[in-house]
């Protein structure tokens, strides 16, 4: 298995790695636009070459960076590959001077927690409107 940094991805592999994990599948043009505006990405491979995990950051780069869809193929789940995936990501931005900022279910904290991340009791707020 190889952890990558912004190395290349075919969208047609994120819309499987997608697809794998029942989130539906996204126009290739659309991905392609949602992958240049990053800030950067990390992925997983495995011996074989394919895309078994990725992670999606958002940044402006100064201050704090939106982490969004660590995903991991359905079958490859279980085997540490996500928290290799973070390890690496919370690495890049500790390196970058970046404060994660994520927003996850209830139910995956406890998968969060291990890698120093937890509710905010600073005195911010989330405001959404679904
Ligand atoms: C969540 C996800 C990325 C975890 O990746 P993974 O490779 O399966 O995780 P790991 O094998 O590294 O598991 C690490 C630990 O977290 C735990 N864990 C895994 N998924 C978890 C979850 N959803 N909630 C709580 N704990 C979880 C594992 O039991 C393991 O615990 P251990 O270290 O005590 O054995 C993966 O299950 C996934 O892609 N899920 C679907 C997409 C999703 O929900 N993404 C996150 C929301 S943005």
């Known amino acids: 298995m190889r952890i990558e940094r912004n190395a290349k991805i075919d969208v047609n592999e994120l819309n499987n790695l997608l697809k794998s994990i029942g989130w539906g599948l996204n126009s290739s043009q659309?991905?392609?636009?949602?992958?240049?505006?990053?800030?950067?990405?990390?992925?997983?491979?495995?011996?074989?070459n394919r895309l078994?995990?990725?992670?999606?950051?958002?940044?402006?780069?100064i201050k704090h960076a939106y982490i969004l869809r660590l995903?991991?193929?359905?079958?490859?789940?279980?085997?540490?590959?996500?928290t290799k995936i973070m390890e690496n990501l919370m690495e890049l931005l500790e390196e970058n001077n970046l404060s994660?900022?994520?927003?996850?279910?209830?139910?995956?904290?406890?998968?969060?927690?291990?890698?120093?991340?937890?509710?905010?009791n600073k005195g911010f707020i989330s405001l959404f409107k679904w």
Do not use: C, M
């Not at 659309?30 to 074989?48: C, N």
């Not at 078994?52 to 780069?61: E, R, W």
């Not at 995903?71 to 996500?82: A, C, E, F, P, S």
């Not at 994520?102 to 937890?118: H, I, Q």
């Open 100 to 120: 994660p900022v994520l927003l996850t279910k209830p139910s995956e904290e406890g998968f969060y927690s291990k890698f120093g991340l937890s509710r905010s």
């Open 52 to 61: 078994i995990g990725f992670v999606q950051i958002l940044s402006d780069g």
């Open 30 to 48: 659309k991905l392609e636009e949602a992958l240049k505006l990053s800030w950067g990405w990390v992925t997983a491979r495995d011996d074989e």
């Open 71 to 82: 995903l991991v193929h359905n079958k490859y789940q279980g085997k540490g590959i996500g």
